[in-house]
């Protein structure tokens, strides 16, 4: 349902994203690891044009865009098929809890409030934070805010949600419970993800599939078991290893 045909992207002088070619099943849990500075917001950004390709087709569901010849309005309609759970948390500051999980589905979707407030507080019954619904994100915990950004990716009419690192900016202490969160909706919603993400425990839980970027091309990809038992590849075995030796990633 989602497909990435040589997707290609330089910034300056530097190639950063050399040729990517991917495809993720409905459904389907990608996680994407790799070295820092290899490309991979750079891939999500690119999946729903944040960033334009300088070339390359990327399908998600019945809708293509071609990187090389598409319009505006082609980019702002393809926009909505995902939504972006960012590192830094990116709730409205002037809106509570409540609201910025029905702004998507009011604004975007265009659907009465009052259905739209009891999807919303669905949502945020489901990722632990019905009690927060009247506050305001500074009132709110990293964490609860970071599981309220996740409600709010969910309350879009999104066919696929894309994590950059959506635990890095928390403290330690509050990692577990957005991995936890992240776990169950990938098991409850069968949403498609794709999760860029450092936590090796994590992403060998909750993936079907693991991507190994490196200098902007797919150096590896399979099974969480072929990656982190069965890999032939060094470069991998080293990052994966210095991963689960640095600690902090434990659920
Ligand atoms: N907007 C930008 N302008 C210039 N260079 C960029 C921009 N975004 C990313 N880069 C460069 O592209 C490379 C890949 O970055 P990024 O995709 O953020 O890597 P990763 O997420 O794997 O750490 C880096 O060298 C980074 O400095
Ligand atoms: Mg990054």
């Given at each position: 349902m989602i497909k990435i045909n040589n997707l290609q992207k330089t910034f300056g002088d530097t190639k950063v994203l050399k040729g990517i070619d991917l495809e993720v099943k409905k459904g389907e849990v990608v996680s994407i690891i790799g070295p820092s500075g290899t490309g991979k917001s750079t891939l999500l950004r690119c999946m729903n044009f944040l960033e334009m390709p300088d070339e390359g087709i990327i399908t998600i569901g019945d809708t293509s865009v071609n990187a090389s010849n598409c319009t505006k309005k082609e980019i702002y309609n393809f926009r909505k098929k995902s939504a972006m759970v960012f590192q830094s948390i990116n709730l409205l500051k002037n809106k509570t809890a409540l609201q910025n999980v029905m702004e998507p589905m009011i604004v975007?979707?265009?659907?009465p409030k009052k259905e739209a407030k009891d999807i919303a507080l669905g949502l945020l019954e489901k990722v632990g934070v019905l009690d927060k619904k009247d506050s305001y994100p500074r009132n709110m915990s990293g964490g609860q805010q970071q599981r309220v950004g996740i409600a709010r990716a969910l309350a879009s009419s999104a066919e696929v949600i894309l994590f950059d690192e959506p635990t890095s900016s928390l403290d330690p202490e509050l990692v577990g419970e957005v991995l936890n969160i992240i776990k169950k909706v990938a098991e409850e919603s069968k949403v498609t993800m794709i999760i860029v993400t450092h936590e090796m425990k994590f992403a060998r839980e909750v993936s079907d599939t693991i991507i190994f970027l490196e200098n902007g091309v797919i150096a590896e990809q399979g099974t969480p078991s072929e990656i982190f038992?069965?890999?032939?590849n060094e470069r991998v075995n080293k990052f994966v290893n210095n991963f689960s030796f640095a600690g902090g990633n434990v659920i």
């Open positions: 975007v979707q265009k659907m038992e069965s890999c032939r």
